[in-house]
């Protein structure tokens, strides 16, 4: 082989092309980083024809004898540089974590209070052949994604609860809080002796030291606001978990805000303040209990915010010789370095430090260098570019991502009437698309009973009669000893006869009586007379209890239609909701004289707010009087669109 490191080639279904590897390469470095994508490059002559192989959907295992198998890597680019007439072509590679990012998760996947480990391997083992060794106890989480790539929505998890992610092995991602140490001593090794040097692995020589960066970025008080926009925006009320308190501050329109903060850092380097949006942070659906879901997540996201912004963050580039041990991205190694020139002591330095990036060179020539950014705070500066990526993946979120947004609502007017033993009723409802009330105004006002016709006018009829039974007497002649007496039929006709009747003397001691129609006798009777034939008299006769059908013609009756008004209001009108009288808190009773209630306003909030995405009843009563209740309920309300079941 032309030198201590090598490549294979192989096609995008892990096939090896050509006839062996790249043996003839004149640099190879790897770097490894923390919390996002690593990578490769190397270079070789361009005249080797295995270069054809090396094209878009490319992958490559590179090999080095001192540091073994450094991995499996994808074509990222390739530059072809000629110089002098030689050509070189230069390829710069991801490492595998780059697969994670080219499928995405998809289309409303969620998580609902469940254990962020269980989550992290669910989305990894979306990727074949992938799997995740992540942490346990981390906590629970609800989070939805919204076609997120895989390494996007790792990425949001690990932004959430202040973890770390890395390139374990062959497809295996590790997630975690990291930060073991290494054992690693980096140092310029002023008065060490070499021969201690040679047994001591653990130290690496350092060549040359950079200060990157030291980080002004301190934020102490942290007002977190999720999903949503103005006062439709999710916040952090109504959380109940994480370390801080929520606190309330006041918006310049007197509405509220609210914050964490870190009285320690205030202390030492005065109020620093940063609004932090997380579009992404929503409530899984719209129940009291997953907007409490929400409230927390966001919460402990302003959280692993305040923590990585305490204190002033100081990164390091630190290039070494002979980094003999193992070190991980997440570790940490120890930092002794002095620089003293002309007895005054520029740097000064003996702390331990979190690894970001590791990067190893190697060239043909035998050189061997290793550089290590390290930092105070484990905890990715931002680029330029990562703004960009940041700005690009927040564009996306709200393409794809349930927007929180406000919607006015009205429920009435309703024209109800009412009096002492009637109440006037109406229902204020809510669905379930609806996150929070942000307000609710009930407006009333009573007015007179009114209707639409008044007199009507009656034909005159005879209305049915019903007689009583009783005795009649019916008028006698006198003297005849054959002689009747009439009785209408209607009132007695016994056998059926529709004729009147006769009465005749028969035997004078026993005063019989015969019953006959127009043809003669018919049967005999009883005893209904006495005395003499020839004696004026009278006869009882019994009438059964009856009544008279009485038959009305068709008619009709005239209307008179016109706008006709009581004169009587409402008087001492009370108002409760759900069952529960909330007059005199609401400043009632109204009316208490009576007389017309002007439009009055009152403020129900709190009452709805109780529960939402149900019904509400909303009640009016008074003490006496009559008349008609006007009411209505104006409400503005945080939303978010559901899926429809």
């Given at each position: 082989?032309?030198?201590?490191?090598?490549?294979?080639?192989?096609?995008?279904?892990?096939?090896?092309?050509?006839?062996?590897?790249?043996?003839?390469?004149?640099?190879?470095?790897?770097?490894?980083?923390?919390?996002?994508?690593?990578?490769?490059?190397?270079?070789?002559?361009?005249?080797?024809?295995?270069?054809?192989?090396?094209?878009?959907?490319?992958?490559?295992?590179?090999?080095?004898?001192?540091?073994?198998?450094l991995g499996r890597f994808?074509?990222?680019?390739?530059?072809?540089?000629?110089?002098?007439?030689?050509?070189?072509?230069?390829?710069?590679?991801?490492?595998?974590?780059?697969?994670?990012?080219?499928?995405?998760?998809?289309?409303?996947?969620?998580?609902?209070?469940?254990?962020?480990?269980?989550?992290?391997?669910?989305?990894?083992?979306?990727?074949?052949?992938?799997?995740?060794?992540?942490d346990a106890g981390i906590g629970n989480t609800s989070v939805i994604f919204q076609g997120e790539s895989g390494l996007i929505a790792i990425d949001a998890l690990r932004d959430r609860w202040n973890k770390h992610y890395r390139l374990g092995a062959a497809r295996e991602l590790q997630f975690g809080a990291f930060g073991a140490s290494s054992g690693v001593v980096l140092t310029n090794l002023r008065g060490q002796v070499q021969a201690e040097f040679a047994t001591a692995t653990e130290i690496a020589i350092v060549d040359t030291i950079r200060l990157v960066e030291e980080s002004d970025e301190i934020f102490n008080r942290i007002v977190p606001l999720g999903a949503g926009q103005g006062v439709a925006q999710l916040t952090i009320l109504g959380a109940t978990l994480g370390s801080y308190a929520v606190q309330t501050g006041t918006n310049a329109d007197a509405s509220s805000f609210y914050y964490i903060q870190d009285a320690t850092s205030v202390a030492a380097y005065g109020l620093r303040t940063q609004i932090l949006t997380l579009p992404q942070i929503t409530p899984i659906t719209n129940s009291a209990a997953n907007i409490v879901n929400a409230a927390n997540a966001l919460k402990l996201s302003a959280e692993a915010y305040i923590a990585r912004h305490l204190v002033p963050k100081i990164t390091y580039d630190v290039s070494v010789r002979a980094l003999r041990q193992t070190v991980k991205v997440g570790d940490t190694v120890r930092l002794r370095y002095r620089g003293?020139?002309?007895?005054?002591?520029?740097?000064?330095?003996?702390?331990?430090?979190?690894?970001?990036?590791?990067?190893?060179?190697?060239?043909?020539?035998?050189?061997r260098t290793a550089t290590l950014t390290i930092a105070t705070i484990a905890a990715r500066r931002t680029a330029d570019t990562d703004v960009m990526l940041n700005v690009i993946n927040d564009l996306n979120a709200l393409k794809v991502h349930v927007p929180i947004s406000l919607s006015k609502d009205r429920v009435g007017p309703y024209s109800l009437r009412m009096d002492s033993t009637h109440t006037a009723d109406f229902t204020a409802s809510f669905g379930n698309e609806v996150l929070a009330l942000n307000y609710a105004k009930l407006r009333f006002k009573t007015s007179p009973l009114k209707s639409s016709v008044t007199t009507v006018s009656t034909a005159s009829s005879t209305?049915?009669?019903?007689?009583?039974?009783?005795?009649?007497?019916?008028?006698?002649?006198?003297?005849?000893?054959l002689h009747y007496h009439y009785v209408p039929t209607q009132h007695w006709t016994p056998g059926g006869s529709d004729y009147p009747v006769y009465i005749r003397a028969g035997d004078a001691a026993a005063g019989d009586y015969f019953v006959a129609n127009m043809d003669g006798f018919t049967g005999a009777g009883g005893n209904v007379k006495t005395g003499s034939d020839s004696t004026t008299h009278t006869h009882t006769v019994t009438v059964a209890a009856h009544t008279h059908d009485v038959t009305v013609p068709a008619h009709n009756h005239t209307l008179s239609y016109g706008i006709y008004q009581d004169t009587a209001y409402p008087t001492s009108i009370s108002v409760a909701v759900d069952g529960t009288d909330r007059t005199i808190v609401l400043g009632g009773p109204w009316a208490p004289a009576g007389g017309a209630l002007a439009s009055t306003e009152v403020d129900i909030s709190n009452y709805l707010a109780i529960s939402l995405q149900t019904n509400h009843t909303i009640s009016f009563s008074c003490a006496s009087g009559q008349g008609e209740m006007e009411a209505e309920v104006r409400m503005l309300e945080t939303i978010q669109a559901i899926a429809v079941s």
């Open positions: 082989m032309g030198s201590d490191f090598y490549a294979d080639i192989l096609d995008a279904n892990d096939v090896k092309l050509g006839d062996g590897p790249l043996v003839n390469l004149v640099s190879l470095n790897d770097t490894s980083s923390l919390d996002q994508i690593g990578g490769a490059s190397f270079a070789f002559p361009a005249a080797d024809p295995r270069s054809q192989y090396i094209t878009a959907g490319s992958q490559f295992d590179l090999y080095d004898r001192v540091d073994g198998n994808l074509y990222k680019s390739k530059a072809l540089n000629e110089s002098q007439g030689e050509a070189m072509l230069a390829v710069d590679c991801y490492d595998q974590l780059r697969e994670l990012s080219r499928d995405s998760v998809y289309l409303r996947r969620t998580y609902t209070n469940a254990d962020v480990a269980t989550v992290v391997a669910a989305l990894v083992a979306l990727f074949s052949g992938w799997s995740a060794t992540v003293v020139v002309d007895g005054y002591s520029y740097i000064d330095v003996d702390a331990d430090f979190y690894v970001m990036d590791i990067t190893r060179s190697r060239s043909v020539g035998g050189n209305a049915a009669t019903t007689t009583s039974g009783g005795s009649q007497t019916p008028t006698s002649a006198s003297g005849d000893a």
